[in-house]
């Protein structure tokens, strides 16, 4: 896809003069706190998320979920906020109501299983971007589990409209899920609440995003969810009650991921306090990464992550990076050799089609970037300044950011587009940014 020809503001990236050194501390992860919250809305009582995730995405599943009857209140809790949720009634009567997905691939794909088991006439939107994005696998499943579901739009995207009925059956789904691992978790999450279970078996070649998979088994089996994932490409979910809970969510370490590439593109130091010790979250493999690029990395007894980038950055071969894969890309452009990033095909079904996006804006600047198949081969190149657009996309923003740390006169499109899953990511950056030294950088 094209970027916007629409004018967006453009943010100048801050230019450090020097190494940046700075302790940052990174909101609740996006993908927890969506999960928790809709496991949450057909939990057995009412449960409270600690400090959730507040982002454009965290806000429109709370959105969703209240328009499908969750009461959700949100207080001022020990570290941020927290959220209170009051259980969905699935015998109220809701008529007929609009849920706005906007960009979230959490709200489109996981929102409209769980309509199915409400009671009422469900329609689903999204952001221009979002109508591009794959739904097939999703549409296709609740028809099979015998959902009445309207497709208004194109064939296989948003919008749809769906009437939910109260309860599902549930049986087998084959479904492919090649495009995105959130067709199989958006199942799995509501597999314990239909009335015979869900046998989930995919059919494609692979299933992207592996860990946030494991995400979701590891979370449902936390609140007493029995699933069966023994035979790989199928999985069982029983049916059962979910356990009302009380938990807190862990930093969101893929968006820990901008802030630590900042050690690299500056040679600087940079500390993530609260790092989990064990997470299902995939951001945890920066620690390897970062190290494999040349990085002295170190989780502290204190659960701080201390990142300290060397005189130059290492290219990297990396499979499967998933939602890393644009941070990672920003800082292969500034690396010595070259990268290979492979097993990252659906990423052209994320936010934008992002191996197009990342080549477009790197090779733009004077850079190297060929697409694959499956990935991105960017060899490094000396960068100049230009515009870094971000195609409504996060990550393309913050990928354009890491580029301006290392060569002056970056200016990025729409860096509002973080508010998706971080607000306040221009603030941290400057910042972090204003932590750099008086020398003359890198680059
Ligand atoms: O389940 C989740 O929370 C997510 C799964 C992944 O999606 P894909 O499998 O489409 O990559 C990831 O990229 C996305 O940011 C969040
Ligand atoms: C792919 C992403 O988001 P979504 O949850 O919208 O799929 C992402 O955040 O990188």
Known sequence: M???????????????????????VVPAS????????????????????????????????????????????SVIGEHGVDLLVEPIDQSRDLGEVAIDCGLAGTVMRFVPPLAALANGIVSFDGDLHARLRPMRPVIDALKDLGVALHESGEPGQLPFTLTGTGALAGGRIELDSTESSQFISALLLIGARTLSGLEIISTGDKVPSPDHIRMTVATLRELGVRVDDGTEGRWFVSPGPIRAFDLAMEPDLSNAGPFLAAALATGGTIRI???????????????????????DVELGEDSVLRVTGGAQIRGIE???SSELAPTLAALCALATGESRLTGIAHLRGHETDRLAALAAELNALGGDVEETADGLIIRPRPLKAGTFHSYADHRMATAGAIVGLAVPGIAVEDIATTAKTMPEFARLWEELAATGGTKKARG
Request: charged share 25%; glycine share 6%.
């Open 318 to 320: 990396q499979d499967e």
């Open 273 to 295: 306090p609260h790092w989990p010790r064990e997470t299902t979250q995939v951001g945890d493999a920066w620690r390897g990464i970062l190290a494999r690029m040349g990085a």
């Open 2 to 24: 094209p970027h916007s020809t629409t004018v967006l503001p453009l943010w100048d990236a801050p230019h450090p003069t020097g190494p940046v050194d700075a302790t940052v």
């Open 30 to 73: 996006k993908s927890l706190t969506n999960r928790y919250l809709l496991l949450a809305a057909m939990a057995d009582g009412p449960c409270r998320v600690r400090n959730a995730l507040v982002s454009r995405d965290a806000d429109l599943m709370v959105e969703a979920l209240r328009a499908l009857g969750a009461r959700i209140e």
